[in-house]
């Protein structure tokens, strides 16, 4: 099949030829056609030399590449990216585990799919359009995705109405059932069961990238009293309770995160006075909460969304880690996070060292964190390394 036709200036074919999947605007010296959102080009050097193919959309990143061959973008394309996808949670023994039906399907740029989330949830598959091309092929791929999966999914929800580029001209975007409907919202993690909000909830309904770190803290809970910052639906939470913490705080700024939490603490641990919940900014709680907590979580949501905002960010993390360094009883372990994509591993450490250096405390690094198998990082594409995390020792 013959596409329009993206040129690039002379020279900037070279992060294609490292396989790159992104071409900036910048780099286009002349487009052949006028393309709409979302449809399919192929890129030619200056030399009019074949190099990718991809969605177009008019920003900052013009072309999300498909594939560095010349090939027809049709149902079958679909079929074998997601197969590739699939074979690799296989591997993962992240599908077809009894004690874990929750999983990423799909990670974007980390699975040659550049644009395009799926998340798994038990039966359900929830579909996340981050590019106005995944957008106008979200049937197509629906389809495609029950074939791959057959009976392992029965329902496919596309929630994609605050992800899509909004300066796109895009019809549709309502989020809504593609296939099936809501036939029940509990998932299953490693043995632990918890409601999913796909309907209303952030992201895809859950965190599914925390999976190994939350299996990491369950470790370390055994005695401890924990304190789980921005806790959202509780994920900690109940790790920290299974593994044998003596109680387990979770705070959130939202009456609805603290109602998910409060659901799903009971869901696995019915009647468990160990557990209390609090709707309350992190600060303020810091603030007051005295030296009680040997294990304290801190998972914020994203503080900088693009590089203008990074040294406020990077501020943040300062303050709200030395916090927890000033409050934490010897001996005790934090848990941060920043799942902020333009926050560098380095820049995220350094803020935490500043505030270790603040508290005058004597700190130890036990473990680097980052996010799991099922949201893998292209090796072409660094940017997809998005979660850092380090658990920390404080004397």
């Known amino acids: 099949?013959?596409?329009?036709?993206?040129?690039?200036?002379?020279?900037?074919?070279?992060?294609?030829?490292?396989?790159?999947?992104?071409?900036?605007?910048?780099?286009?010296?002349?487009?052949?056609?006028?393309?709409?959102?979302?449809?399919?080009?192929?890129?030619?050097?200056?030399?009019?030399?074949?190099?990718?193919?991809?969605?177009?959309?008019?920003?900052?990143?013009?072309?999300?590449?498909?594939?560095?061959?010349?090939?027809?973008?049709?149902?079958?394309?679909?079929?074998?990216?997601?197969?590739?996808?699939?074979?690799?949670?296989v591997s993962l023994q992240l599908i077809g585990n009894p004690q874990n039906n929750t999983y990423r399907l799909v990670h974007g740029e980390g699975d040659n799919l550049p644009g395009l989330i799926i998340d798994v949830y038990d039966r359900t598959a929830v579909m996340q359009a981050h590019s106005a091309g995944m957008h106008l092929n979200r049937k197509d791929i629906a389809d495609a995705l029950s074939e791959v999966m057959g009976e392992t999914i029965r329902n496919i929800y596309y929630k994609s109405e605050t992800t899509l580029p909004f300066k796109a001209d895009l019809l549709e975007r309502e989020n809504g059932f593609i296939k099936g409907s809501d036939d029940g919202n509990i998932a299953m993690e490693n043995g632990l069961?918890?409601?999913?909000?796909?309907?209303?909830?952030?992201?895809?309904?859950?965190?599914?990238?925390?999976?190994?770190?939350?299996?990491?803290?369950?470790?370390?809970?055994?005695?401890?009293?924990?304190?789980?910052?921005?806790?959202?639906?509780?994920?900690?939470?109940?790790?920290?309770?299974?593994?044998?913490?003596?109680?387990?705080?979770?705070?959130?700024?939202?009456?609805?995160?603290i109602d998910l939490t409060n659901e799903n603490v009971s869901l696995n641990f019915p009647g468990d006075t160990r557990h209390?919940?609090?709707?309350?900014?992190?600060?303020?709680?810091?603030?007051?909460?005295?030296?009680?907590?040997?294990?304290?979580?801190?998972?914020?949501?994203?503080?900088?969304?693009?590089?203008?905002?990074?040294?406020?960010?990077?501020?943040?993390?300062?303050?709200?880690?030395?916090?927890?360094?000033?409050?934490?009883?010897p001996g005790g372990i934090l848990f941060t996070f920043s799942c902020s994509q333009v926050v560098s591993k380095e820049n995220f450490r350094n803020a935490v060292f500043t505030a270790a250096a603040q508290s005058r405390r004597s700190v130890r690094i036990l473990h680097q964190l980052t996010q799991p198998g099922d949201h893998?990082?292209?090796?072409?594409?660094?940017?997809g390394e998005y979660l850092k995390g380090l658990v920390l020792y404080v004397e």
């Open 193 to 257: 069961k918890f409601h999913v909000d796909w309907l209303k909830g952030q992201k895809t309904g859950f965190f599914v990238d925390q999976r190994d770190n939350r299996s990491l803290l369950e470790r370390y809970a055994k005695g401890r009293n924990v304190l789980n910052m921005f806790c959202y639906t509780g994920g900690f939470s109940f790790y920290a309770m299974r593994g044998g913490a003596v109680s387990v705080h979770s705070v959130d700024s939202s009456a609805k995160a």
């Open 276 to 329: 209390k919940a609090y709707v309350e900014d992190a600060f303020k709680y810091l603030d007051r909460m005295g030296d009680q907590y040997d294990l304290i979580i801190l998972d914020p949501p994203a503080f900088a969304k693009h590089r203008d905002a990074l040294r406020n960010a990077l501020r943040g993390y300062t303050k709200l880690n030395a916090k927890a360094f000033e409050k934490i009883r």
């Open 1 to 89: 099949m013959s596409y329009k036709k993206v040129y690039l200036k002379p020279g900037k074919e070279e992060s294609l030829k490292r396989f790159h999947p992104w071409v900036f605007s910048g780099a286009i010296a002349r487009i052949e056609g006028e393309p709409y959102e979302g449809e399919v080009v192929d890129v030619y050097t200056s030399g009019k030399e074949f190099i990718a193919c991809g969605h177009y959309q008019v920003g900052s990143i013009t072309v999300r590449v498909l594939s560095f061959k010349q090939e027809t973008i049709d149902r079958d394309f679909w079929i074998r990216r997601l197969r590739v996808a699939k074979d690799l949670r």
């Open 376 to 383: 893998p990082v292209n090796i072409y594409h660094p940017e």
